[in-house]
């Protein structure tokens, strides 16, 4: 009785998290990295944009080869549906139309990568202790 009292006690307090990692998955507002290293920072995790980046491509979610495809999603993230890109177009001073890439983070990715960062620093808690 005390364990399915407790079980119950978590799933009440969980409530709150879950209806917002399930609203930010079905989300079809995607973000930039800037923006999800500034959700992790809210949520303790000791990381700027730049050091994103640099674990982004230290564990094969972008590209970290220079040229075209740099910080482009590998297919790795492209599978998972944790990334996608947006394309848009502008007339520079020439007059000529040019097009622009931009790297962004679904609402599946933000869940995805604030849970394995708040995963890792749980466990390097552990490890310290």
Same mark, same amino acid.
């Given at each position: 009785?005390?364990?399915?009292?407790?079980?119950?006690?978590?799933?009440? /307090? /969980?409530?709150? /998290?879950?209806?917002?990692?399930?609203?930010?998955?079905?989300?079809?507002?995607?973000?930039?990295?800037?923006?999800?290293?500034?959700?992790?920072?809210?949520? %303790?995790?000791?990381? %700027?944009?730049?050091?994103?980046?640099?674990?982004?491509?230290?564990?094969?979610?972008?590209? @970290?080869?220079? %040229?075209?495809?740099?910080?482009?999603?590998? /297919?790795?993230?492209?599978?998972?549906?944790?990334?996608?890109?947006?394309?848009?177009?502008?007339?520079? @001073?020439?007059?000529? @139309?040019?097009?622009?890439?931009?790297?962004?983070?679904?609402?599946?990715?933000?869940?995805?990568?604030?849970?394995?960062?708040?995963?890792a620093r749980?466990e390097s808690?552990?490890?310290?202790?």
């Amino acid at each position: 009785k005390e364990k399915l009292h407790l079980a119950e006690r978590t799933i009440e /307090q /969980q409530k709150p /998290q879950v209806l917002f990692a399930e609203s930010v998955t079905a989300s079809s507002t995607s973000i930039l990295v800037a923006d999800l290293a500034k959700i992790l920072k809210k949520n %303790g995790v000791d990381i %700027g944009e730049i050091r994103l980046w640099e674990w982004l491509r230290k564990n094969k979610y972008v590209i @970290s080869e220079t %040229g075209r495809s740099y910080n482009m999603p590998t /297919q790795k993230a492209m599978n998972l549906k944790v990334m996608e890109v947006k394309e848009g177009t502008y007339i520079n @001073s020439k007059g000529e @139309s040019k097009i622009t890439k931009t790297t962004l983070v679904t609402g599946k990715g933000q869940v995805y990568f604030i849970n394995k960062f708040l995963k890792a620093r749980e466990e390097s808690l552990c490890l310290n202790r």
